[in-house]
């Protein structure tokens, strides 16, 4: 089986920092992949690079086993790649479903002709991707924010509003940068479920994430970041027994 | 009924309309119609102008390039060559538009003040070669433009039609004219921003990493609102000069570019009725002081200034807001 995500040797360097050095690891399609580490231990600049919003300073990364060197993001995500972000990217000049109608970018090409006279096929196709978005919208459970500016949502809302625009672009490998940080417990367990729900469907996931219960309990496997390097990667059971990550990270 | 044509996503438009077809009661002299028609044409030509600064939150300050450049293509073709005005109009507009596409994609990597000052370099360029370029365009003294044509019909501000036995004066006609330009102009401008494409201009203005990352060639969709914009600014250049039957550069200058960027700033960033009060707004404003016509410019900026710290997002978004509030208080109060 071919892995979907492969990285190979990346190396990113700002000045003289490097903040990835060598770091290879694949995930295989349908798997729940976390990324942890300290703060400061590369895993936002791991997934920058990853989704083409970095150049690596040296390595590869093959996505369904093409080099991703001279795509930009927008192209990673017609090959099936979308992500949030840790620094939440939320349109707030638009509202809850228009920014999760975004997501639909890819799904809803329409010539300036058929925009320009607002033709019949183009009315579909909003009506269909609106009623997909409020699905998706449902489904991560913010369906009371429908019409909404974005501007009036709350912490936790937009947080998984950022989830429903990325599903809505029906990705194969969607990647979350710490979705959970700043939920409270309740809303952290829903995100859990939402993971494995997504995860489910066939949707592959990277994780970064600092809540270790979170992690522990719905990766399939994690990659431990620490100073930009790979200290371990393996099954959630492997991590918790390995000697280099209970002194570095899980504080044992 | 009323609901539904509250809710109506063109409710908007049809207001418009009303107002164009109920204006003419308060019009009493030529001068007046001469005054709302260079209105609802500015106001066109702000309309597409919002939807590079107000959607997509790219700024130009040399729009008045593009409409200068509209303009002379229109005076030059029709005055010089004796093209029939349809075809001049729409050769310029595509010659604009792709000089805009041309421009726009090295300096729409820009950003904020940066892009600013491009297209500022950009209009003072277009204004120049206009004010240099004797042979062609008349230099600082201007050129003649004849009346609009069309199907052999001329259209002047200064002739007389008779339409089903209803005689109009010349000035009428072109009100009229106007007015259905402007209803166009908004209405294209009202589906595009409701439309994929529009989400993906408002997207590059919210969040451009966001826009990429679900697929938004940011790049491409800048580059297609820059030239949008300048083809609405080419379009609308071509009509005025044949309104005014004589153009000079200043319809390319800076003083126009700033007059364009006031309008939009005032009406209401991102708002296509609000971006067309600011058009009628600033339009007014040197009719009502004549006689202070050295301070024009003080004025100018001072309402800039004056809107971006207490309406910054200007005058028809801050008004609904607050007739809003005031209707919900009121109900509130009731209940």
């Known amino acids: ?252 | 009924m009323l609901n539904t044509f509250m809710q109506s996503r063109l409710r908007g438009l049809i207001v418009l309309a009303l107002i164009l077809i109920i204006l003419p009661a308060f019009l009493g002299n030529p001068f007046h119609y001469e005054l709302v028609t260079q209105m609802a044409i500015i106001a066109a030509t702000v309309v597409g102008l919002n939807l590079l600064v107000g959607f997509a939150g790219q700024i130009s300050l040399g729009h008045a390039g593009f409409f200068g450049l509209g303009a002379y293509f229109t005076g030059i073709a029709t005055g010089t060559y004796g093209w029939p005005s349809v075809p001049a109009l729409v050769v310029g507009a595509i010659v604009v538009g792709f000089i805009a596409w041309i421009v726009g994609r090295p300096i729409l990597r820009l950003k904020g003040h940066y892009l600013s000052m491009a297209t500022l370099a950009v209009g003072f360029i277009i204004a120049i070669i206009l004010n240099n370029e004797r042979a062609l365009t008349g230099g600082p003294d201007g050129m003649p433009v004849p009346a609009f044509e069309i199907f052999g019909w001329e259209l002047s501000a200064f002739g007389r039609y008779s339409l089903f036995g209803i005689t109009i004066e010349g000035f009428q006609a072109w009100y009229i004219f106007a007015s259905v330009v402007l209803l166009v102009a908004v209405w294209f401008a009202l589906n595009l921003i409701e439309s994929p494409i529009g989400r993906a201009l408002r997207s590059v203005h919210g969040s451009e990493v966001a826009a990429s990352v679900v697929g938004v060639n940011t790049a491409k969709y800048k580059s297609l609102v820059f030239v949008i914009s300048a083809i609405y600014a080419s379009l609308m250049g071509s009509l005025y000069a044949h309104f005014q039957g004589f153009i000079t550069p200043a319809v390319a200058s800076f003083e126009f570019s700033i007059l364009f960027i006031t309008m939009v700033v005032l009406g209401g960033m991102g708002s296509t009725f609000g971006v067309i009060l600011g058009a009628v707004v600033l339009k007014l404003l040197p009719q009502v002081l004549a006689d202070f016509q050295e301070l024009e410019h003080v004025m100018f900026g001072l309402i800039l200034m004056l809107t971006m710290i207490f309406m910054p997002k200007g005058l028809l978004p801050t008004l609904t807001a607050f007739v809003s509030k005031k209707m919900r208080k009121k109900a509130g109060g009731e209940a």
């Open chain 1, 1 to 252: 089986m071919t892995a979907l995500v492969e990285v190979k040797g990346l190396d990113k360097a700002f000045g003289g920092v490097h903040a990835v050095e060598g770091v290879s690891f694949s995930v295989e399609a349908g798997q729940v992949y976390s990324v942890i580490g300290p703060n400061g231990a590369g895993k936002t600049t791991l997934f920058n690079l990853i989704t083409g919003l970095y150049t690596p300073t040296k390595g590869e990364i093959l996505l369904n086993g093409e080099s991703t060197a001279k795509l930009e993001p927008n192209e990673l995500a017609e090959r099936g790649m979308c992500r949030t972000f840790q620094q939440m990217q939320i349109c707030m000049n638009m509202t809850a479903i228009e920014n999760v109608m975004l997501g639909r970018h890819l799904q809803l090409k329409s010539s300036l002709f058929t925009t320009l006279f607002r033709l019949p096929s183009l009315r579909r196709n909003e009506a269909a991707a609106r009623k997909r978005a409020a699905e998706l919208m449902e489904y991560v459970g913010c369906g009371d924010y429908l019409d909404a500016e974005a501007s009036a949502m709350s912490y936790g809302a937009l947080k998984r509003l950022e989830i429903a625009r990325a599903l809505a672009a029906e990705p194969k490998v969607i990647l979350l940068d710490e979705p959970a940080a700043g939920l409270n417990a309740v809303e952290t367990a829903a995100l859990e479920d939402l993971i494995r729900k997504i995860a489910d469907q066939g949707t592959t996931v990277m994780l970064v994430e600092h809540d270790m219960k979170l992690v522990m309990g719905i990766s399939d496997r994690l990659l431990v970041l620490n100073y930009g390097r790979v200290l371990a990667e393996g099954t959630p059971e492997e991590i918790r027994q390995n000697p280099d990550v209970i002194a570095a990270y899980l504080g044992g």
